[in-house]
């Protein structure tokens, strides 16, 4: 995750941090893509709902189209909307089992103290729905139909979340996230165990053996996705024979996939590899530094990449599209809109989602004694309740499972309907809580928990090289490298920042990425060498803005042209007497997971992603205003 290119020039200012040229910011590229991906959702849902009342025939026709697939005498047959929703929806539950996982791995919930929030949110989210839509169906066959009304489907609420309730905290779409995490989880646990039809035990056996050979290569780190891919569908083949909903398979694996943070150890790993290559370009050792490159990328990671843009942008739009096409007429909508089935939906999504999950995180807080709090303010929490209410990919595959004809009819349109009203009540909530005072106003939308600290190391003002003042709010640390070209582009947006900012700290720590930079090293200890003469930040500033003259007599002519004292300095670098405090730096680096650079740090909490004038305004207005709710 360094600036590993080794090319004698920089290459484009990419606007993005080390992390995310190389390994993207895990919560903030699943966000991206699923808020993107939900106006294409939207388009497949009204192009399938024009499409069914302009030809519903030809609707009926193309979905209903067999489909065999076989292999000697065995074989399986389904048409295209059953293709699409045990088939293609596999890869969709596979995305969700991966970012089930990186969550726990690398997000909020690698703090385990903090696993019962989410968890609580998410079930509460789901069991008051469930509760609504079966009191409204009680005692109708109908009441079977119970799980349609309790899954939030990400990439609408996310989507719809940025596009009505954008003046929310963003750490309230990361705290959604999780909690929709948890929410597909039992979704699909819900759909395996009440709407799979009678199991047959043989298959089932089958393929769970199939998934322990798969968790045997795990654990001896086999990485070739063909070996995967070649027990993957027979495993699909066996849960589909045994009567279980197969796109578990999805999921499951998912799961089991690790992420992880590439270990700076990896990528000089990679880096020699590749170096061996440009010495020696043979086959033999092109498959060395291919092998070298994937090991330092989490299967998680590679997998989300590969993936997670086919589900969001093709498989669900397609699932939408064979799924939500219903004829409305005035007589349905009539007939549909006093229905148990429609109403159930509707005011299970828009009573029982908002009431479940704010219900439920109040519940989880007051049990804990305030010690496990919600990472935003409750007018938010109450705001994610309400978006949560957008239910459609899950709940459109459970109405499949449990209805049939009108009254699968009318199903779809309560979740529709529910979609749209929740979108509604996001606003209201937002506009009400706008009406606020705006201290009332700032606590209860950001709130007062504290947040993950990444920085291993904290700031230390009588060791580390700050700039700014020593109580101000928002500290901005950067882990950096003299000779690398990003660090050098993002030296003007730090000056950018620090201009605009009278109350902003910046602290410089160092990280020569020594296999990539020859000169890393020895213009920290010159940086340090001028720090002995008071004089850091002076060499610093020319360091970066010279990145290209980094050689001994550079670096005496550098310290000359700021009319330090040539002498002291050209022994300080002989003696190598910085030598020791730069390890320091290098050992808090590797102990926050950092690899590469720049990385940053905003009051301790890892940035990820771009590092342009805006992004980094952002987050420090963010972190500035969660710094002065704690305050109050």
């Known amino acids: 995750m360094a600036d590993t290119a080794i090319t004698a020039g920089a290459a484009p200012f990419s606007g993005r941090t080390a992390w995310a040229r190389n390994l993207e910011a895990p919560l903030r590229e699943f966000l991206r893509t699923e808020t993107g991906s939900a106006a294409v959702l939207l388009a497949a849902t009204v192009a399938a709902l024009v499409w069914a009342n302009l030809s519903s025939s030809s609707y009926a026709s193309v979905w209903g189209t067999v489909l065999s697939i076989r292999v000697g005498g065995a074989g399986i047959s389904q048409d295209l909307h059953h293709w699409v929703n045990d088939g293609l929806m596999t890869f969709f539950f596979l995305v969700v089992g991966l970012e089930a996982r990186r969550e726990f791995d690398l997000g909020e919930l690698r703090d385990r103290r903090r696993l019962g929030l989410p968890v609580a949110a998410g079930v509460g989210g789901m069991v008051v729905p469930v509760a609504v839509y079966l009191a409204v169906n009680a005692g109708r066959a109908s009441g079977h139909g119970w799980g349609t009304a309790m899954s939030t489907d990400t990439a609408f609420a996310l989507g719809m979340l940025a596009l009505v309730g954008r003046r929310f905290p963003a750490s309230l779409r990361t705290f959604m996230l999780t909690v929709a995490v948890v929410d597909d989880l039992v979704a699909l646990l819900v759909i395996v165990v009440a709407y799979s039809?009678?199991?047959?035990?043989?298959?089932?056996?089958?393929?769970?053996?199939?998934?322990?050979?798969?968790?045997?290569?795990?654990?001896?780190?086999?990485?070739?996705?063909?070996?995967?891919?070649?027990?993957?569908?027979?495993?699909?083949?066996?849960?589909?024979?045994?009567?279980?909903?197969?796109?578990?398979?999805?999921?499951?694996?998912?799961?089991?996939?690790?992420?992880?943070?590439?270990?700076?150890?990896?990528?000089?790993?990679?880096?020699?590899?590749?170096?061996?290559?440009?010495?020696?370009?043979?086959?033999?050792?092109?498959?060395?530094?291919?092998?070298?490159?994937?090991?330092?990328?989490?299967?998680?990671?590679?997998?989300?990449?590969?993936?997670?843009?086919?589900?969001?942008?093709?498989?669900?739009?397609?699932?939408?599209?064979?799924?939500?096409?219903?004829m409305i007429s005035g007589s349905f909508l009539s007939r549909a809109y006093t229905s148990p089935i429609t109403l159930g939906i509707i005011a299970g999504y828009l009573l029982g989602k908002p009431v479940g999950v704010t219900g439920a995180t109040w519940l989880a807080t007051r049990l804990s004694g305030g010690r496990v709090r919600p990472p935003v303010g409750w007018a938010s929490v109450a705001g994610g309740g309400a978006i949560a209410g957008i239910g459609f990919t899950v709940s459109l595959l459970i109405a499949s499972l449990a209805f049939t004809g009108v009254d699968l009819a009318e199903a779809k349109l309560g979740v529709l309907t529910a979609a749209l009203g929740a979108s509604l009540l996001t606003t209201l909530v937002y506009r009400a809580t706008k009406m606020l005072p705006k201290r009332a106003r700032l606590r209860a939308l950001v709130g007062t928990a504290e947040t993950i600290v990444d920085l291993a190391v904290p700031v230390d003002a009588g060791r580390d090289h700050v700039r700014g003042p020593e109580d101000a709010p928002v500290t901005l640390v950067e882990y950096g490298d003299f000779e690398c070209p990003y660090c050098g582009q993002a030296e003007s947006i730090i000056r950018a920042l620090l201009a605009d900012f009278g109350d902003l700290r910046y602290v410089w720590r160092h990280l020569p990425l020594q296999d990539v930079h020859p000169h890393a090293q020895l213009a920290s200890e010159a940086a340090e060498a001028a720090h002995a003469q008071g004089r850091f930040w002076d060499m610093y500033d020319r360091l970066l803005s010279n990145q290209d003259e980094l050689t001994v007599r550079q670096l005496l002519a550098h310290a000359q042209e700021l009319e330090l004292d040539v002498e002291q300095f050209r022994a300080y670098l002989r003696k190598r007497k910085a030598a020791d405090r730069i390890a320091e730096d290098v050992e808090s680096a590797d102990l926050s997971g950092v690899s590469g650079t720049p990385t940053f740090f905003i009051n301790g909490r890892r940035h990820y992603g771009a590092y342009d004038v805006g992004t980094l305004s952002a987050a420090v207005r963010a972190a500035r205003t969660r710094a002065a709710a704690a305050a109050r």
């Open 197 to 326: 039809a009678s199991v047959t035990i043989e298959p089932l056996l089958v393929g769970l053996g199939l998934f322990a050979v798969v968790l045997v290569f795990r654990a001896h780190r086999v990485r070739n996705g063909l070996v995967y891919l070649a027990l993957g569908l027979p495993m699909w083949v066996a849960m589909y024979e045994s009567g279980v909903d197969p796109v578990v398979v999805g999921l499951a694996t998912g799961l089991i996939t690790i992420a992880y943070p590439a270990a700076r150890a990896d990528l000089e790993r990679a880096t020699d590899l590749f170096r061996l290559f440009r010495e020696q370009p043979t086959s033999e050792l092109a498959e060395s530094a291919r092998a070298g490159l994937r090991s330092a990328i989490s299967p998680n990671e590679r997998l989300q990449e590969m993936f997670h843009p086919f589900t969001s942008y093709v498989i669900v739009p397609l699932f939408a599209l064979a799924n939500a096409g219903i």
